[in-house]
């Protein structure tokens, strides 16, 4: 059982048809299912596009616009099953992979949709920066990480609440998820699927976008793995250390920015070690 939450904020030009295909592709599948569609605070006619489609969904309205994360909480939290499958509502997603997923979930936590198929249109400006953010994701997570922000995926309902208060109301829901996920050692699969053009304007915000996700990893990461912080700080501290060391050994004094740095070394081995074990007893 099934239930398919789809947020929308002035979808007017393809909500109808994102829900109608939601709609056959369950139907096909033939497992018990319902549909959410979380309207948050839309100022076009998504909502009259819906309601004269005659669809049989379940309408949940924001009266102001609360963000793609906060829309995604609240179908979650009044989602009827367990078995959560999220799409974006701007025909971007291939609605026929949901099929795919959902064979793949068997066993798992999570399946996400990685836009990595043969038919994957990403806009080439955006490639470098997702490229860096995945990397950096990967190296704090330890996980490969294909998409780490894919708009389409199924999850377990009471792993996602676990941790509703940890993700954000905006875009970085899925990246959120997604690092919670992997660096609490849930089941996770990523699934090739193609991503298309998007109908109607993007909601991206490139450079603001782009420094939240970066803050939000380091954030996530502090919270769940925070020696993957703190190990790398210490070493610069002690690499800086012995270089200033060295330096004072051949001009015979020793100089403040050597106690400086020594100091800064301890504190922040002492600062990661009791965070760390915080952590381990939460």
């Known amino acids: 059982m099934f239930t398919v939450v789809v947020p929308a904020y002035n979808e007017e030009g393809s909500i109808v048809k994102v829900l109608q295909d939601v709609a056959i592709t ?3 599948i033939a497992y018990d299912y319902e549909i959410i569609v979380v309207n948050d605070g839309s100022i076009d006619k998504t909502v009259e596009r819906i309601k004269e489609s005659d669809l049989d969904v379940r309408l949940m309205e924001h009266a102001v616009n609360k963000g793609y994360g906060a829309s995604l ?13 999220i799409v974006d509502a701007d025909g971007t997603y291939p609605i ?4 795919t997923i959902i064979k793949e979930y068997k066993g798992c936590e999570m399946v996400v949709g990685s836009r990595t198929g043969e038919q994957a249109h990403i806009p080439l400006i955006r490639k470098p920066v997702k490229y860096l953010l995945r990397k950096f994701a990967e190296y704090m997570t330890g996980e490969k990480i294909p998409d780490m922000n894919s708009g389409l995926r199924i999850m377990d309902k009471k792993v996602v609440l676990r941790f509703a208060g940890l993700l954000p109301k ?5 990246t959120t998820i997604t690092i919670a996920m992997l660096t609490n050692n849930y089941a996770v699969k990523f699934i090739p699927i193609n991503y298309y053009k998007r109908t109607g304007r993007s909601k991206i915000r490139p450079i603001r976008d782009t420094l939240n996700f970066i ?19 210490g070493i610069v501290a002690f690499v800086g ?7 004072d050994i051949l ?3 020793i100089g403040d920015t050597t106690i400086i ?12 070690c009791l965070v760390d074990l915080i952590d381990k007893r939460m």
């Open 251 to 253: 001009i015979g004094n």
């Open 215 to 233: 803050q939000l990893i380091i954030r996530t990461v502090m919270y769940f793995s925070p020696l993957k912080i703190f190990i790398p700080l």
């Open 261 to 272: 740095t020594f100091m800064a070394f301890l504190i922040i081995v002492a600062i990661g």
């Open 73 to 85: 909480i609240t179908g979650i939290r009044h989602s009827l099953y367990d078995n959560i499958i």
């Open 96 to 99: 026929e992979a949901i099929e």
């Open 241 to 247: 250390n012995c270089i200033s060391l060295y330096r």
């Open 26 to 28: 369950m139907k096909n």
């Open 170 to 174: 905006g875009f970085s829901f899925t």
